[in-house]
């Protein structure tokens, strides 16, 4: 197998592995939440005259504790944070006590795509700059004999460690990666496992259109495929994606690996999820047989695994998109794009075309702000969803007439929305916006 290993370490320092400044920085929003939380609640004692006690600690959780965590275009950041409460200062009720923190987090409201969202099994903040934090609740408390149990907050008190996936995860790590013996040191850095979860995380969100799995879903693969080589992590990442592949052609049903009882493919979502990442293995898999042709070359190397990871690291260029369209028509128009909580509810912030990640559940006000063409004029609005899940609806494209039209952030990928002002039946001004939708996350807490 052609030797690529220098290019795919450079590719894994500067592209895929997050980094000291950018974890930091997730950190300080984390913390800057959980100070929100705190005086939230010191706001809410006052208002009620009752006391609403603080967490007394928190856990990281996901891929943030488990250090699996990508950098990710346009900010698309999902951290997972556990609050810890003494069973006596929370609701008996595990959806009052999710409640209770979204109203907390509503009074001290900041920098918010949208208003936190009480989830299943979370309570989430969308940043207008792609973030999302989902505090997960969890609530202690001791028996007669001492034990200590720890519940989560989910559609019923589940009995639940938050650290009980990122220990099971470190141990895989730490057994699984190859290791110095007594006379050897092997070529590859420490923790190998990690890094080729990691790179199927990459691959898997390497396709704007692509809805497939998230990290617990990858991670529980890969610990159960991966294949080490304590030479190379190229030889190892090849491997271990011919053995997820080769597993999901057996079944794409998939189980907590610390609860065997609970199906992670429960959910129809889900299950599509990693249908399609099986049948995108099966796509790009071949593509890398170049790779033991004894003819292979540097640059056909690099061009197999930009089919894997599809970015400008591996072509050495940059796609570079240029608006035609005031070349095409005689006259202009500008769109603009106003969210709101809901279809013709009030508008409480314009989007600028491709600013940043919204989250589902948002409502789009598309409006004409500004044209030089005299009316009387028709306005003509196509929408084309770029995704798996548009595709799945049968909502890839559609049309329609008139001075507003409304759609939402429905489907994870790319919307574009085309308006095109009709005069004297020809087409005179024609502009496009494009928003980006995330898919919402996929927490560990399942």
Wanted: glycine share 6%; proline share 4%; net charge neutral.
């Amino acid at each position: 197998m052609y030797d690529i290993t220098s290019d795919l370490q450079t590719f894994y320092d500067d592209h895929v592995r997050l980094g000291k400044e950018r974890r930091e920085q997730l950190a300080g929003f984390r913390d800057t939440n959980l100070e929100r939380i705190n005086n939230g609640l010191d706001d809410l004692a006052e208002e009620s005259g009752c006391p609403r006690p603080h967490p007394y600690d928190f856990r990281n959780q996901g891929g943030y504790a488990m250090h699996t965590l990508n950098q990710a275009a346009d900010n698309d950041y999902d951290i997972d944070v556990a609050l810890l409460f003494k069973k006596e200062d929370l609701p008996d009720d595990p959806l009052t006590a999710r409640q209770r923190i979204c109203e907390v987090l509503l009074k001290r409201c900041g920098n918010f795509s949208k208003d936190p969202e009480v989830r299943t099994n979370a309570v989430t903040v969308w940043y207008e700059e792609g973030y999302h934090i989902d505090f997960v609740i969890y609530r202690t408390w001791t028996d007669f004999w001492g034990t200590e149990y720890m519940e989560h907050a989910s559609s019923e008190w589940k009995r639940r460690d938050p650290m009980t996936i990122t220990n099971w995860f470190t141990k895989q790590v730490d057994e699984k990666s190859p290791k110095a013996g007594f006379f050897s040191q092997p070529p590859v850095a420490d923790g190998q496992m990690r890094r080729i979860v990691r790179f199927l995380k990459c691959f898997c969100r390497s396709r704007t259109s692509w809805c497939l799995p998230g990290g617990m879903v990858v991670s529980t693969l890969v610990a159960e495929c991966y294949s080490a080589d304590s030479d190379r992590d190229d030889r190892a990442l090849y491997n271990t994606m011919v053995a997820v592949r080769d597993r999901l052609n057996f079944s794409t049903s998939i189980y907590n690996p610390v609860d065997g009882t609970q199906e992670l493919t429960a959910k129809q979502e889900i299950l599509k999820q990693v249908e399609r990442l099986h049948k995108n293995l099966e796509r790009v898999i071949p593509k890398l047989a170049v790779l033991f042709d004894s003819d292979c070359t540097y640059e056909k190397a690099r061009s197999a695994w930009d089919w894997v990871f599809n970015h400008a690291f591996w072509t050495k260029s940059e796609t570079v998109q240029k608006a035609a369209d005031s070349a095409r028509f005689p006259n202009s128009v500008m769109v603009r794009c106003g969210l709101a909580r809901e279809t013709r509810g009030t508008t409480y912030k314009d989007y600028r075309s491709g600013a940043f990640v919204l989250p589902k559940g948002i409502a789009l006000k598309f409006s004409i702000s500004s044209t030089n063409v005299k009316p009387p004029y028709t306005v003509h609005w196509k929408v084309q969803n770029e995704g798996d899940e548009a595709v799945d609806a049968g909502q890839e494209t559609w049309e329609k007439t008139g001075d507003v039209c409304w759609t939402s952030t429905k489907y994870k990928g790319t919307q574009k929305m085309t308006c095109t002002i009709e005069k004297n039946n020809s087409m005179v001004a024609q502009s496009s916006h494009m928003v980006k939708i995330s898919g919402g996350g996929w927490s560990s807490t399942l």
